[in-house]
């Protein structure tokens, strides 16, 4: 595997800052009184430090956590022993990670690719597409993919649907689900693979579809869009009780979902912006949690923490086609 340290925009070398064995409380933000009580005091663990907007978290089967960087264009790799490499550099806007079964990582970007050994096998792209963000493979090996076609931060001026989802197919073919989708981020599974979830930022909340055995999706519902009236929900990963963990973008949380959509608990982040979260570790029992920024210390930028939150996850499916 070819590594890098990663440097900034400028070409200065960036600081990156690795506090593997440094607690850090959670920081409580202001919650109406009927959320108050739901809200979790868990230690937060600072795991790195000094990035820009961190996406992507993902484990792979050697315990290590990958993410990307979105303004500084690279994707990072934390071992187990907390050492942190740069795996790629200049790729622009790296939303999505996961494992494939021969080596390397599925990404996306300016399309989704197949990256390997440094190089790029690119299985989706498309003319005009801004980016493709979130992405998670099913049991059988399958993507599915959002593409974006407008910015997050525009999001409450612009809640038309600009965006589409699609799913990779095992023989490389592309099969388009649907487009009605505003500003695509997280997808996840849950536990039997039955049920796709995927969070649409301009509804602020999460579409819900039936998969059958044959991959067709029927069902299509909303869910959760009075818990992130506060915020913008991003990045999401699913347990093995099959509640959805879901990233509070503008929100300094972590929102716990049952499959219906109600708010069942949430984490406090000291991060306004946060964008993503995935489980891991021996017994993935460990969440990430990723951000943008950090509110107790704002030199700090983008920021990766870990944590215990008392829930398991299970391993992210590995990518085959």
């Known amino acids: 595997m070819q590594m890098a340290r990663r440097r900034s925009r400028s070409g200065q070398r960036a600081i990156v800052t690795v506090l593997s064995t440094t607690a850090v409380s959670s920081i409580r933000h202001p919650l109406p009184p009927q959320r108050a009580d739901r809200t979790m005091n868990i230690d937060l663990e600072l795991v790195a430090s000094g990035y820009g907007l961190v996406e992507g978290p993902r484990t792979d089967a050697d315990g290590a956590l990958w993410f990307s960087d979105i303004p ?17 550099t200049d790729r622009t806007y790296i939303g999505g990670l996961a494992p494939h079964a021969d080596g390397g990582l599925i990404m996306s970007g300016p399309s989704v690719a197949h990256w390997k050994d440094g190089h790029f096998r690119v299985l989706l792209e498309r003319e005009g597409s801004p980016h493709y963000n979130d992405l998670h493979p099913d049991a059988q090996g399958r993507i599915y993919v959002g593409v974006v076609l407008g910015e997050i931060k525009h999001v409450r001026e612009h809640p038309d649907p600009m965006g589409e989802a699609y799913r990779i197919e095992l023989d490389g073919s592309i099969t388009r689900l649907y487009g009605d989708v505003g500003i695509s981020n997280g997808f996840g599974l849950s536990p039997d693979g039955r049920t796709l979830y995927h969070v649409d930022s301009s509804s602020c909340g999460i579409w819900v579809h039936d998969i059958d055995t044959a991959g067709n999706l029927s069902g299509r519902r909303h869910i959760g869009a009075q818990t992130f009236s506060e915020g913008i929900p991003d990045g999401l990963c699913v347990d093995t009780q ?3 963990w879901v990233a509070h973008f503008l929100g300094g949380r972590v929102a716990i979902l049952d499959p219906q959509g109600e708010l069942l608990d949430e984490l406090t982040i000291p991060a306004r912006l946060v964008t993503s979260c995935a489980f891991g570790g021996p017994d993935w029992g460990d969440l990430y949690v990723v951000s943008a920024d950090n509110t107790d210390d704002k030199s700090l930028g983008g920021c990766v923490w870990r944590c215990r939150p008392g829930a398991t996850g299970l391993p992210t499916p590995l990518a085959r086609v």
Do not use: C, M, Q
């Open 72 to 88: 500084g264009g690279t994707v990072s790799r934390v071992d187990p022993d907390g050492h942190i490499e740069v795996a790629v």
């Open 242 to 244: 099959g509640n959805l």
